[in-house]
């Protein structure tokens, strides 16, 4: 299964008839250029969970920077790291720890 499709299961999961209407999942674009996933996590089993800010700045187009405070998941990303930014999430969901980018590389 890919990030997205991780994504798109977990979402669904998470569907109870009030967390997608009130919290849920945005994918924005940044003005610099670049990404912002931002997942709530409030009502999940994420909720509560911190991570603090974890930086890779590889290049002025290859950067990726996430958090959690607990209540959201964040990924900012360079243009073209979206993936990285989903991949990323994944792996919080499923292990909320420490958690290298490039180790899917």
């Not at 959690?68 to 990285?84: M, T, V, W, Y």
């Not at 909320?96 to 899917?104: H, L, T």
Request: hydrophobic share 35%.
């Amino acid at each position: 299964m890919g990030s997205l499709d991780y994504l798109q299961e977990w979402y669904i999961r998470h569907c109870d008839g009030d967390w997608e209407h009130a919290l849920g999942i945005r994918i924005t674009t940044l003005d610099n250029p670049g990404w912002m996933l931002t997942v709530n996590v409030e009502g999940t089993e994420l909720a509560g969970r911190k991570l603090d800010w974890v930086r890779y700045d590889e290049s002025e187009t290859a950067w990726l920077h996430y958090r959690s405070d607990g209540r959201e998941f964040i990924a900012a990303c360079g243009p073209q790291e979206l993936n990285r930014a989903l991949e990323v999430f994944e792996r919080f969901a499923e292990e909320c720890g420490s958690i290298d980018p490039r180790a899917s590389e």
